[in-house]
């Protein structure tokens, strides 16, 4: 705690855990400190869909962490756009495999893949050269 100390987040935990010493002891648990609650409400928010058209075609901007579980909706709401629909990437922070496998897929199918970050259009040309 050494290195946390001085810093406002590092006296919270510090008071949290002189707080909690006799409960512990006694074998009540307190509530979780502070930062673990801050901590899990921004896990809570990792990946958000924006939809936006220029008129001419929509875009499906992707922003966070690309999950699984996301491709559903992801490809529903490229559904709704129709065929000139474009994903844009700026925003993504991380994807799994399943993601670059549905990204490969959607581009061979005419998606457009906007701002798409270097790291994931490597991995994307890797994937697509092993699949043929």
Not at 33 to 51: A, D, G, Q, S, Y
Request: net charge negative.
């Amino acid at each position: 705690m050494s290195t946390m100390a001085g810093t406002g987040l590092g006296t919270e935990i510090e008071t949290a855990l002189r707080e909690a010493s006799p409960l512990l002891r006694t074998g009540t648990a307190p509530a979780p400190p502070l930062h673990t609650r801050v901590t899990e409400r921004r896990r809570w928010m990792t990946f958000k869909i924006e939809r936006g058209s220029d008129g001419a075609r929509s875009t499906i901007r992707l922003i966070g962490s690309v999950k699984s579980e996301h491709l559903s909706e992801i490809a529903h709401q490229l559904e709704i756009c129709g065929p000139r629909a474009a994903l844009d990437l700026e925003g993504v922070t991380v994807v799994g495999v399943n993601v670059i496998h549905f990204l490969v897929e959607r581009e061979r199918q005419g998606t457009e893949l906007l701002n798409c970050p270097a790291y994931v259009r490597e991995w994307i040309s890797r994937e697509g050269e092993q699949d043929e």
